[in-house]
């Protein structure tokens, strides 16, 4: 299975101030169709998992633009510009290239 | 609005199954992938199963294959976990979660039910 490592895993943050979460993969991420099937996913506390970025770049619909993914093959970074209030839980990135499909760690973020 | 219902849960002893369901609407349900993950208790995010939009391929774990079965009925809008030889580690919320439709895995997802196992 495709190990994903998350770092951190504890994520303090001033409100206001960036954030950056780095997410590596054990083998390339790149498909044989060419695409990158690399996800970022926000858990607030109490809620379910909902998916803020896909194919390493793409902004969900409603997902602030403060949030942005980059990164290829089996490096990520999901960065958050000016963390705010809402923005406090954990967040996991998720492969989607190689089955069974698989998920970080987890990085939580709170404030400071 | 994509809404996913999970329905289930409860307790099971070891040993025992249960099957879960997930109502959709709000969206074509017949051409989209669905997907179950679960997340033990103050643990992380784990991929269970997939199925393809026509049902035909399916995609397990290897913690649950041989054990659990992913199934759809396209004409209800329903998509199925049949879970069988519970164990303690399979303890854990479950979560019925939609494709988009072109992208791989999951987009938008249920509110969870939770499946405890405990003699």
């Known amino acids: 299975d495709v190990v994903m490592t998350q770092s951190p895993l504890s994520l303090p943050v001033t409100l206001g101030q960036p954030a950056s979460i780095s997410c590596r993969s054990s083998?390339?991420?790149?498909?044989?169709?060419?695409?990158?099937?690399l996800n970022w996913f926000q858990q607030r506390p109490g809620q379910s998992p909902r998916r803020l970025i896909y194919?390493?770049?793409n902004r969900d619909s409603g997902v602030p633009d403060r949030f942005s993914g980059s990164g290829s093959g089996t490096d990520f970074t999901l960065q958050i510009n000016r963390v705010e209030a809402e923005d406090v839980g954990v967040y996991y990135c998720?492969?989607?290239?190689?089955?069974?499909?698989?998920f970080g760690q987890g990085t939580k973020l709170e404030i400071k | 609005e994509v809404q996913l219902v999970e329905s289930g849960g409860g307790l099971v002893q070891p040993g025992g199954s249960l099957r879960l369901s997930c109502a959709a609407s709000?969206?074509?349900?017949?051409?989209?992938?669905m997907h179950w993950v679960r997340q033990a208790p103050g643990k992380g995010l784990e991929y269970v199963s997939a199925?393809?939009?026509?049902?035909?391929?399916?995609f397990y774990a290897n913690s649950v294959k041989g054990r659990f079965s992913i199934s759809r009925d396209n004409s209800k809008n329903t998509l199925y976990l049949q879970m069988g030889s519970l164990r303690s580690e399979d303890m854990a919320v479950y979560y019925c979660?939609?494709?988009?439709?072109?992208?791989?895995?999951?987009?938008?997802w249920g509110q969870g039910t939770l499946v405890t196992v405990s003699s």
């Open positions: 979660a939609s494709g988009d439709g072109t992208n791989r895995g999951p987009q938008s």
């Open positions: 709000g969206f074509t349900f017949s051409s989209h992938a």
């Open positions: 199925i393809i939009a026509n049902g035909v391929s399916t």
């Open positions: 083998q390339s991420l790149v498909h044989s169709d060419g695409n990158t099937n």
């Open positions: 194919k390493v770049s």
């Open positions: 998720m492969q989607a290239t190689h089955w069974p499909y698989t």
